[in-house]
């Protein structure tokens, strides 16, 4: 019998990834969305037609249109698709944005969490699911320590964060009272080519393409002082399924462990295009935010000696192939998507 997985919020960047991993190793794989319109059916289907084919996908995908905000619906969610593993990634995922919306955040992020632990908990199900919920670095955002691992200070700076830690609690609530088999992945960032410019890598790519193609003169960025551990989404959700295989139930920091700056950044993208940052590159309060994360790197040596997880991208690599990928989206080949 083929494994059945449930992920939320599978029209995102880890969603999409995953799904087509799972898909490759057999699963049957159900994705939910708030809305499941005929343009997202479409996005989810074009990305997975890249690798599968349309047979592949019409016996191993279904979509589904799911609030998780309301705890029936998604009772009856895991009542009905069953799932053997339960991979919650759906929420609202913008630091910036959840200072202007911070109750939704806290819906999106957090009761979503606990109206499907609740779900899973009900369950009369003989096997229970397993469940990973996809967590943030942003818990330490103020903290001062060099490297964070899953022993580190939590300390959460923004309505997004914690939004994050309170789920991450009730896993471990789940975890221990209930003795459900839950687990936070306490991702670092993560990029790919799925990545929106809403996010700075995704915003630096776009620009730099545009920047190449004559479309714009500049690009205009918020908070240059910072840097981040930027991994590869693909070892990330790699990360995630190792951790929903492993023998016992535990939370897992998924970080590369090396530190660059967003100058870092710039420099690794412009240089693809022949072009140097400095030339281009301007700063507005209109991207800053309220509070900023300076610094996040993480310790992921428990995942690496646990579970043997090794991330496989190299950061130079993964910039230059999201500019010629928006190089590509800009001269109109290629969809974000
Ligand atoms: C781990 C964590 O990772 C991600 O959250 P994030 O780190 O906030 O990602 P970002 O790409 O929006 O910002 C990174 C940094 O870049 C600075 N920055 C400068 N100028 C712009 C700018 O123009 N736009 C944006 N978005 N950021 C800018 C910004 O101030 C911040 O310091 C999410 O996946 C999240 O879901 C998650 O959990």
Same mark, same amino acid.
């Given at each position: 019998? +083929?494994?059945? *997985?449930? /992920?939320? !919020?599978? &029209?995102?960047?880890?969603? =999409?990834?995953?799904?087509? @991993?799972?898909?490759?190793?057999?699963?049957?794989?159900?994705?939910?969305?708030?809305?499941?319109?005929?343009?997202?059916?479409?996005?989810?289907?074009?990305?997975?037609?890249?690798?599968?084919?349309?047979?592949?996908?019409?016996?191993?995908?279904?979509?589904?249109?799911?609030?998780?905000?309301?705890?029936?619906?998604?009772?009856?969610?895991?009542?009905?698709?069953?799932?053997?593993?339960?991979?919650?990634?759906?929420?609202?995922?913008?630091?910036?944005?959840?200072?202007?919306?911070?109750?939704?955040?806290?819906?999106?992020?957090?009761?979503?969490?606990?109206?499907?632990?609740?779900?899973?908990?009900?369950?009369?199900?003989?096997?229970?699911?397993?469940?990973?919920? +996809?967590?943030? *670095?942003? /818990?330490? !955002?103020? &903290?001062?320590?060099?490297? =964070?691992?899953?022993?580190? @200070?939590?300390?959460?700076?923004?309505?997004?964060?914690?939004?994050?830690?309170?789920?991450?609690?009730?896993?471990?609530?789940?975890?221990?009272?209930?003795?459900?088999?839950?687990?936070?992945?306490?991702?670092?960032?993560?990029?790919?080519?799925?990545?929106?410019?809403?996010?700075?890598?995704?915003?630096?790519?776009?620009?730099?393409?545009?920047?190449?193609?004559?479309?714009?003169?500049?690009?205009?960025?918020?908070?240059?002082?910072?840097?981040?551990?930027?991994?590869?989404?693909?070892?990330?959700?790699?990360?995630?399924?190792?951790?929903?295989?492993?023998?016992?139930?535990?939370?897992?920091?998924?970080?590369?462990?090396?530190?660059?700056?967003?100058?870092?950044?710039?420099?690794? *993208?412009?240089?693809?295009?022949?072009?140097?940052?400095?030339?281009?590159?301007?700063?507005?309060?209109?991207?800053?935010?309220?509070?900023?994360?300076?610094?996040?790197?993480?310790?992921?040596?428990?995942?690496?000696?646990?579970?043997?997880?090794?991330?496989?991208?190299?950061?130079?690599?993964?910039?230059?192939?999201?500019?010629?990928?928006?190089?590509?989206?800009?001269?109109?080949?290629?969809?974000?998507?």
């Amino acid at each position: 019998m +083929a494994k059945v *997985a449930l /992920i939320t !919020g599978i &029209s995102g960047q880890d969603g =999409l990834i995953l799904a087509e @991993r799972l898909i490759r190793n057999g699963y049957v794989v159900h994705g939910t969305s708030r809305h499941c319109s005929t343009s997202l059916v479409q996005k989810v289907r074009n990305f997975l037609i890249q690798q599968h084919s349309t047979e592949e996908i019409d016996q191993q995908l279904r979509l589904i249109e799911s609030s998780l905000l309301n705890a029936e619906a998604a009772k009856k969610l895991i009542d009905e698709v069953a799932p053997d593993e339960i991979y919650h990634l759906a929420g609202q995922s913008r630091v910036g944005r959840s200072f202007e919306i911070p109750v939704e955040t806290f819906e999106a992020n957090t009761q979503s969490t606990l109206n499907l632990l609740e779900a899973v908990r009900k369950s009369t199900s003989d096997h229970k699911p397993r469940f990973l919920l +996809a967590g943030s *670095a942003e /818990i330490f !955002g103020g &903290s001062d320590e060099a490297l =964070l691992s899953e022993t580190s @200070r939590y300390a959460p700076r923004s309505p997004y964060a914690a939004s994050k830690l309170s789920a991450q609690m009730l896993v471990e609530t789940y975890r221990e009272s209930y003795k459900l088999f839950a687990c936070t992945a306490i991702l670092f960032n993560h990029e790919s080519l799925l990545r929106t410019p809403e996010f700075v890598t995704g915003k630096i790519a776009q620009g730099v393409a545009r920047i190449a193609l004559g479309l714009d003169q500049k690009l205009v960025l918020g908070n240059l002082n910072i840097g981040r551990d930027w991994g590869d989404a693909s070892d990330t959700v790699e990360a995630m399924r190792l951790i929903l295989s492993a023998s016992h139930p535990e939370d897992f920091v998924v970080a590369t462990g090396t530190w660059r700056s967003l100058t870092d950044f710039l420099d690794a *993208a412009f240089r693809v295009v022949g072009l140097n940052w400095h030339d281009y590159v301007e700063t507005s309060s209109e991207f800053l935010r309220p509070v900023d994360t300076p610094r996040l790197v993480g310790d992921a040596s428990k995942l690496r000696s646990k579970l043997g997880w090794k991330p496989r991208s190299e950061f130079t690599e993964m910039v230059e192939q999201m500019v010629r990928h928006y190089l590509q989206v800009e001269r109109g080949t290629a969809s974000i998507e």
